[in-house]
């Protein structure tokens, strides 16, 4: 049998802080205080809240927005015909935020956006959704939107600004800048084209805050498309593809494509990742390596040699390579750097392998990053030289986002006329002299192309909240055009759609959100030629090398480049690897903390290329020796009262090098002596007993006997040994209808929180804000655990001892694998919850599922404590009226932020016990859909919010009396294999079923715990 790994959480039980110690057991240490304005509704039941709240959202929302697309708002008696009070609407649109693309559909309730979901139709998405496209929907309604044209600041009428814009770009001698993030619709590069043929001087400077400028000058302008299905062996150079590189949601759904195993199917690929910093990709990785980042140009030029120049390699890389090398032609090699010269490598390898035209295809280009380093840097010195007489910024922020900030802003003084699309008054466009704010991408019709041959639309699926107007609508505007963008859009389809019954063929894009064909233009060069291997190896050989210790800024899975950092839902959303939330922090390896004495929180004061800023410090394992990591998109200063001042800004600490953003360099760290608690989620939940928690195996091992990679519990009766369940002091259930279940396949989940947030959404989870996760107080119904693993096993007793080897075993490894795990109510057929409610206000259904009765629930918390999965939240506050919530959940204090709350669900008071309720709403609506039918709801109908949102469809939900469900089909094919049920010594025969994760490794290098 294979031996069961030991497994820590987090740096505190590793060394068994006192803090840790003082919690470990002790989950309702802190006791709530009284609310600051005591509500009347204190003690009214939820029911009543939840229809005060949302007494509002259905008459505003309807006086707002009656039908989609909707062109005026009318009253709600003369409703239109497809709006039904109770019923939900789907409309199909995209979501793109300058770096990140979705195919979505949108939920709306009477009129309002409450959900997104992804849109399986999609070639690209495939019915996936990132975590960010989740949050989306509550930037709709942030009160911090800009909502009325402005003139220095000031409100201002639209006509006026108008006048005075066109005036002075007739007026304007300089050249025009339209500077942006990567566009990648069709029609709005039509309509900048059309701007730009009224005013011949305009020039439209793209640029990425977290910029791939490089590979774009390696492929002459080009971004190649990848496919990651179609690679065996995959290598990533720093390129956090599941994660944030390029298009994570797309990668995602490609690379579990070779990693789901099953007694039909028993191979998979093999993943090698070097990187400078432990990233979503890498914790995913079958082998990972941790590289300085100074040492990844030297690893690109070893694997270059090694494959293609016939050179020798270190063992670090040669393993990767003779895979490579045995793989041609169905392999991949990737890097996230931003060196042309590094990126000019990777081209010429997956050219010697024959990857081009399988995993690597340039006829049909990624169109995500078309920014250019180059161009931006040189609009930048052009602004301070005054040679620019008007910028415009479309969705671009440099004054926050770029590392010569301190220029931008120096050149915006100087720039006679300067205009601001944004959709705040943000970091830049507080600069600026005109306000003219853009639309929300929900009030917005647009067009995208993520690549080449793909296309889909963005249909407004609610009226305009304020009184801004779409940005192609003010450039057409200023064009001298009497065309609105719609009408625009739509003609500029005629050429993708064809005339020929236009207007059938037009309802058919907009209902499926996606088409076939092209709107751009054939790709052609635009950027400096790649260079030569020769060159490439020789400017990677003379690139300075810091000195010390090592710096490497890396973007976040949620918060990202910063845009979204108003969004409460991604700042509570926990980093995969560090489970940090609520700000950034300087990543430091455990020997570098112990030779400087640092303990986390410390705070430090890093320094590099003249700029300083002070963060805490986080010990990460698997950071790299002598180097830090530190991520970008906090530090704002004009995001709103949620993202304002959270975290420091790590943009200054970039650097410029060969007219390209760099992302690391050398810096100094330096104790500050002060002090600043990191928000963790992970360690506050001590499971019981981790033997049977989390299972792994290799590949090796599952193709010689399934049966052999799970370890099952068995228990001493007078018979012998048995299995749990065939001893127990309970009646067993008896299912007649319905059953609902889960399987969870650890291999398919890369942690990548998208369900966190999809359940945040669907079901009105309160956000508490820093302090309150520090106090151990988050409210998410469902978490993802991250599980580190050590070099030591239990092979050692022999040579040191039971008690030596133990202690060994939590002691991680300098570069520790990791599993991920979902972690959600179980919904225990045995469930110990359930005995101990002195008011049954938690109880079993007839059809399997654990239910929660608000109404009755007096907050004993005894659920809680008996809960081995400790899955329940208290509602220590009522977080939807209590003021010290009101930065941190202000949605829920307006009322127009309350428009997002789903109104299928009710918003808990202050006292209740809350938890994961399989999203008992999904459940009976697609019973009633079906009993109208007369029949039973078919597999795929009821599907829970995370499992919906999964872009790897790691989560399947369904009815185990149907045995024709996927769900049923996994319990039975995975029994006695893969197939294991948390803590199952306990007998709490939990109604979700997870499957042990296998890894793509030699044998020998598993690392047990």
């Known amino acids: 049998m294979q031996e069961s790994p030991k497994y820590w ?45 949302m007494g509002f959202g259905i008459a505003a929302a309807t006086l707002a927005s009656c039908e989609t697309p909707v062109r005026k708002a009318i009253p709600y008696l003369n409703k239109p015909q497809e709006v039904d009070p109770g019923i939900a609407n789907f409309y199909a649109s995209s979501y793109f935020n300058g770096s990140e693309y979705n195919s979505v559909l949108v939920k709306t309730r009477e009129g309002r956006p409450i959900k997104l979901e992804g849109n399986p139709n999609s070639p690209v998405t495939r019915g996936g959704l990132s975590a960010r496209a989740q949050a989306s929907v509550l930037s709709l309604y942030d009160q911090s939107r800009l909502q009325n044209f402005t003139i220095k600041g000031k409100a201002a009428e639209r006509a006026q600004v108008d006048r005075e814009i066109m005036t002075k770009l007739a007026g304007t001698t300089g050249r025009i800048a339209i500077v942006s993030p990567t566009i990648i619709s069709p029609s709005t590069k039509r309509a900048i084209a059309a701007f730009a043929g009224r005013y011949a001087n305009t020039e439209h400077v793209q640029y990425d805050a977290n910029s791939q400028s490089g590979i774009l000058r390696a492929n002459g302008g080009v971004l190649p498309s990848f496919d990651f299905s179609k690679a065996d062996i995959i290598v990533s150079l720093a390129a956090d593809f599941l994660g944030t590189w390029i298009s994570p949601v797309e990668y995602a759904a490609q690379y579990i494509t070779n990693r789901k195993v099953s007694a039909d199917k028993k191979t998979m690929s093999r993943h090698y990742q070097f990187e400078p910093y432990f990233s979503l990709t890498g914790s995913n990785a079958d082998v990972r390596v941790p590289v300085k980042p100074s040492e990844m140009g030297a690893i690109t030029v070893e694997l270059y040699n090694a494959i293609v120049g016939g050179g020798t390699a270190s063992p670090r890389v040669a393993k990767a390579a003779n895979d490579l090398k045995a793989h041609r032609g169905r392999s991949l090699v990737v890097s996230g750097s931003n060196s042309a010269a590094e990126q000019t490598l990777v081209a010429a390898i997956n050219a010697a392998l024959g990857n081009v035209g399988a995993s690597v295809n340039t006829a049909t280009p990624s169109m995500l990053r078309q920014g250019d380093d180059a161009r931006m840097l040189r609009l930048i010195d052009d602004m301070n030289r005054g040679t620019v007489g008007a910028v415009i910024f479309y969705h671009a922020n440099p004054a926050y986002d770029h590392p010569q900030a301190d220029k931008v802003k120096s050149g915006l003084a100087k720039v006679p006329l300067t205009i601001s699309f944004n959709e705040k008054a943000d970091e830049t466009g507080s600069l600026c002299t005109y306000g003219c704010p853009d639309h929300h991408y929900l009030e917005s019709w647009n067009d995208f192309e993520p690549r080449r041959g793909s296309l889909s639309l963005a249909q407004p699926a609610i009226s305009p909240l304020f009184a801004t107007r779409q940005a192609q609508d003010s450039l057409l505007t200023w064009a001298g055009s009497n065309q609105s963008y719609y009408n625009f859009l739509r003609e500029n389809w005629r050429g993708v759609l064809g005339a020929g019954n236009f207007q059938a063929a037009w309802d058919k894009a907009v209902h499926d959100g996606v ?86 929180g410390d705070v430090l004061k890093v320094t590099a290329n003249g700029k300083a800023i002070e963060l805490p410090v986080l010990v990460q394992p698997g950071q790299p020796a002598g180097s830090v990591s530190i991520a970008i998109g906090y530090g704002r200063e004009k995001a709103g009262k949620v993202g304002n001042k959270v975290g420091a800004n790590a943009y200054p600490l970039a650097t410029v090098r060969d007219n390209a953003l760099v992302y690391m360099t050398g810096v100094t760290l330096e104790k500050t002596g002060a002090t600043s608690p990191i928000a963790q989620t992970q360690t506050h939940h001590t499971i019981m007993d981790r033997k049977s928690v989390v299972q792994e195996s290799t590949l090796a091992k599952y193709i010689e006997n399934p049966k052999e990679v799970t370890e099952y519990d068995k228990i001493a009766t007078p018979e012998g040994l048995e299995k749990p369940n065939k001893v127990s002091l309970w009646q067993d259930y008896e299912y007649k209808n319905h059953h609902w279940g889960m399987a969870i396949d650890l291999n398919s989940c890369i942690g990548c929180g998208s369900c966190v947030v999809g359940c945040q959404v669907e079901n009105n989870v309160a956000v508490v804000g820093k302090q309150e996760v520090i106090n151990r107080r988050e409210m998410h119904w469902l978490r993802i655990d991250r599980y580190y693993s050590s070099d030591a096993s239990k092979k050692d007793f022999a040579t040191k001892g039971k008690l030596d080897t133990y202690a060994a075993m939590e002691d991680p490894s300098e570069n520790p694998s990791v599993i991920f795990q979902p972690m959600l109510c179980q919904h225990c057929n045995h469930a110990p919850c359930e005995t101990v409610c002195p008011v049954l206000a938690t109880t079993h259904s007839s059809e399997g599922l654990n239910q929660m009765t608000y109404n009755r629930c007096v907050g004993t918390r005894y659920c809680a404590n008996n809960c081995p999965y400790k899955v329940r939240r208290f509602n220590w506050f009522s977080y939807y009226s209590n003021e010290k919530f009101e930065d941190v959940n202000g949605h829920m204090f307006t009322d127009l932020g309350r428009m997002v709350l789903n109104p299928d669900v009710t918003v808990r008071a202050r006292g209740v016990m809350e938890k994961c309720s399989f999203c008992v709403q999904r459940i009976q609506l697609g019973k009633l859909e079906a009993k109208k039918e007369k029949r039973r709801p078919m597999d795929g109908e009821v599907v829970t919010a995370c499992a919906q949102s999964c872009p790897t469809q790691a989560i399947v939900f369904g009815d185990l009396r149907d045995p024709n469900s996927r769900v049923a089909q996994i319990w039975k094919r995975e029994d006695g294999e893969r197939a294991f049920k948390v803590i199952e010594a306990i007998n709490a025969q939990p109604n979700i079923t997870y499957l042990t994760k296998i890894r793509n490794v030699e044998t020998k290098e598993v690392r047990n715990a």
């Open 515 to 600: 088409a076939t064909g092209t709107a751009s233009p054939a790709p052609t060069p635009q950027m400096a030629p790649a260079m030569s291997v020769d060159q490439a190896v020789a400017a990677i050989a003379s690139a300075p090398k810091p000195s010390g210790t090592e710096l490497v800024l890396y973007e976040k899975v949620a918060i990202g480049n910063g845009c979204d950092a108003n969004n409460p839902w991604l700042q509570e959303l926990p980093d995969p690897v560090s489970k940090a939330t609520w700000g950034n922090y300087v990543a430091v390896p455990r020997k570098m903390a112990e030779a400087n004495k640092w303990e986390q």
């Open 9 to 53: 959480k987090g740096i505190e039980e590793l060394e068994s802080s006192p803090e840790f110690i003082k919690n470990a057991f002790n989950e309702f240490d802190y006791l709530p205080v009284s609310e600051s304005h005591g509500s009347s509704d204190a003690t009214v039941a939820p029911r009543r809240d939840f229809l005060k709240l």
